[in-house]
């Protein structure tokens, strides 16, 4: 059992019940694995960041209708307290941080002004945040969990790592007996870069997996625009190609929840037979390196 609350007329946030918890945990840790078994390393990015670094990104700019930003309370004259579920702009400092809607902006900022190997892979999870014009219990929230596995290095590298865990994200869909459709979608990245833009509609850049018309989990290729962004440069030279694999956890704890007629235990069974029946046949990622 879950809990959904939230402020106004649709709950938009989810607090997950201890058998929903196990199930996104475990996940989590076989989506991390992936990356690990690749040789990845995990890194731990903050829930919030300096607005400062998120605009580096063109965030305010080509996601605005999704930004959250955080401000300190301005603890002048009167009550510091909320009314009618709300602070007034007045009660309320300049918003010096913003809430991310991705997990990957944590490993180019990581990354920052440095030199990293043409193969360099890192997996890290967040809190991300989405001011949607509308919330539908697990299928779409305002604060939810993504875990990424990121690759910064090489053009070749980055497009490697998207095509093994491509595979390995339909095969272990294939094991949940979930099929998901993989469908070309689109990001605003690069819409202030006329040839980038050019380029992402001559060959797009995202694909998303989607049970139904609920997009679970996505792969994404940035060429070398964090590379820039960040200042992020190769050994080999110039600046690093990025691509990212996400995968939105609740998302999957949706779609495997309705998959087993809310029985969350065997919804677990299925994933860990799943994961296992996977790494035993060295499908995608561990398995082409």
């Known amino acids: 059992m879950n809990r959904l ?10 607090i997950l019940g201890p058998a929903s918890t196990r199930l996104l945990r475990e996940l989590d840790g076989i989506f991390a694995g992936w990356g690990l078994t690749e040789g990845a390393e995990e890194i731990s990015p903050p829930p919030l960041f300096p607005v400062t670094d998120l605009e580096k990104f063109d965030v305010y700019t080509n996601f605005p ?27 309320l400092r300049e918003s010096r941080y913003g809430l991310p809607h991705a997990t990957c902006y944590g490993a180019y900022l990581y990354h920052e002004g440095g030199t990293v190997p043409d193969d360099t892979l890192l997996t890290l999870v967040n809190r991300c945040f989405r001011n949607e014009d509308h919330y539908n219990g697990l ?10 596995i990121v690759a910064l290095g090489d053009f070749e590298h980055t497009q490697q790592v998207i095509a093994r865990f491509t595979e390995r994200i339909e095969s272990f869909s294939a094991a949940l007996d979930i099929g998901l459709d993989r469908q070309a979608a689109t990001d605003p ?14 060959s797009p850049v995202k694909y998303e997996f989607q049970y139904g018309d609920l ?21 080999s030279g110039g600046h690093a190609f990025t691509s990212c694999v996400a995968f939105g956890l609740e998302r999957w704890l949706h779609v495997l929840s309705e998959r087993h007629e809310g029985d969350l235990d065997s919804a677990l069974d299925a994933v860990r037979t799943a994961a ?3 790494e035993a046949a060295g499908t995608g990622a561990g398995g082409g390196r």
């Open 189 to 202: 990245f690069f819409q202030n870069d006329g040839a980038r833009a050019l380029l992402a509609k001559l």
């Open 139 to 148: 299928r779409r929230l305002a604060s939810f969990q993504m875990r990424e």
């Open 65 to 91: 209708h999704l930004a959250w930003v955080a401000g300190s309370l301005d603890l002048g004259p009167g009550e510091a307290k909320p009314v009618d579920g709300r602070f007034a702009p007045e009660q």
């Open 5 to 14: 609350t939230g402020s106004g007329q649709s709950p938009a946030l989810a």
């Open 215 to 235: 997009a679970i989990a996505s792969v994404n290729t940035h060429r070398n625009f964090f590379g820039e962004r960040c200042d992020i440069r190769l050994a």
């Open 276 to 278: 296992t029946a996977v």
